[in-house]
């Protein structure tokens, strides 16, 4: 069965085929600008610093560019044409379209919850991919969805870092959050440990300086992609087995995980029936009824939101040769990298974990460690021992 997309609003970057108005063809100058948006977040910018961006870019609002091309738009036309709200960037950054896909039935009415319109979760949109040109490589969106997901911080002077989202204690587990010193030299800006902001007794000693981090990983990063063009059939049987020993564990742990979850929800919406039922015929108030709505759909979405990561998580475990192949790839278009930039550190980096510092030689030493994208961690130490064994 062909599909073709549902929606009349062809999305920004697209416009209808001459030929076939059902059809959507690459629109080239909004397509560079979606683009750029995406390769501006996964350089680690918010929102609203793309938005700002464009404004000083002088590009114009997908609602002033329609209105250029004299195609209507349900929104009159706006008093300043360059005035990008991070609204719109969030809306064009969460548009699984632009990787080619058509994605139907994208808001549903539940009919015994509510009468409020919702997002479909995931899973229960339908997705069909290759119904037109993507404008974005799945990995990219991929990566910026979980970019989303983590919250953006910008520190007083303004500044965010190429870091912020993935650096974590390592003793602990909080996320390390990025900051500036009184000053505003951005030559002192660092990342501490959450947990130690909140508690200073709690988790000690984890501070780094942003100069050092980036100094640590981009050495490291040399010394990963330096390594794979060297010796790529022994890094890829390494990595392979690798993963193979720490995911058929996980997996079995996450599947666990994401059976529990569904049986709590089946019996949520059983416990949710008999409420109904006793309201209707008056042995449960209204009130009663309310609150106990109330807290059982609260559980059900948490357990729901769970499960589509889990789920993600299991599947991304099962293609791991893909992972494997892929970050292989991206490795040696990062041969001779000489600085980082975010993209380049999220096309490559999943998570850096800092240890407290070691002060046992007599010098302070801090270690870090780094978490590749589908692959985890690198076994770099013993690989240049074998190689100059
Ligand atoms: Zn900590």
Redesign the pocket.
């Known amino acids: 069965m062909r599909c073709l997309p549902l929606t009349t609003n062809v999305p920004y970057g697209y416009v209808k085929d001459p030929e076939n108005p059902r059809r959507w063809v690459v629109d080239p100058v909004s397509a560079d600008v979606v683009k750029r948006i995406f390769s501006m977040c996964m350089e680690g910018r918010g929102p609203k610093q793309i938005a700002n961006q464009l404004k000083a870019d002088k590009v114009l609002t997908p609602s002033a560019y329609r209105a250029l091309q004299g195609i209507k738009t349900p929104n009159k036309k706006p008093e300043d044409p360059y005035d990008w709200h991070s609204s719109t960037i969030v809306a064009i950054l969460e548009r699984r379209e632009y990787t080619g896909c058509t994605v139907n039935f994208k808001t549903y009415t539940n009919s015994i919850w509510d009468k409020k319109q919702r997002e479909t979760p995931i899973e229960k949109q339908a997705i069909f991919p290759n119904t037109h040109e993507r404008i974005i490589e799945d990995a990219v969106f991929e990566k910026v969805q979980e970019i989303r997901q983590q919250r953006h911080r910008m520190t007083r002077t303004g500044r965010s870092s190429i870091f912020s989202g993935l650096v974590y204690?390592?003793?602990?587990?909080?996320k390390?959050n990025y900051g500036s010193s009184n000053n505003g030299d951005p030559a002192q800006d660092f990342f501490d440990?959450?947990?130690?902001r909140k508690d200073k007794e709690?988790?000690k000693g984890?501070f780094i300086r942003v100069k050092v981090l980036e100094r640590v990983v981009l050495k490291h990063i040399q010394a990963v992609t330096g390594y794979i063009l060297r010796h790529e059939a022994h890094f890829r049987a390494v990595m392979e087995e690798q993963l193979r020993l720490e995911s058929s564990e996980q997996i079995r742990i996450r599947r666990k995980q994401l059976e529990r979850n569904e049986n709590r929800i089946a019996e949520l919406k059983r416990l949710f029936i008999r409420i109904y039922e006793d309201n209707a015929s008056g042995r449960l108030s209204d009130e009663r009824f309310d609150m106990l709505s109330l807290t059982y759909e609260t559980e059900q979405k948490q357990l729901e939101a769970e499960c589509i990561t889990l789920r993600q998580e299991i599947e991304v475990q099962e293609r791991q040769n893909e992972n494997i192949e892929k970050f292989i790839q991206t490795a040696h278009r990062y041969v001779g990298i000489d600085e980082l930039d975010g993209y380049a550190l999220r096309e490559l980096v999943s998570a850096i974990y800092v240890d407290a510092p070691d002060k046992s030689s007599g010098k302070r030493v801090q270690h870090i460690h780094i978490k590749y994208e589908g692959l985890g961690f690198i076994p770099l130490n013993e690989l240049m021992k074998e190689e100059t064994a």
């Open positions: 204690c390592s003793d602990c587990g909080s390390m440990c959450s947990l130690h709690k988790c984890h």
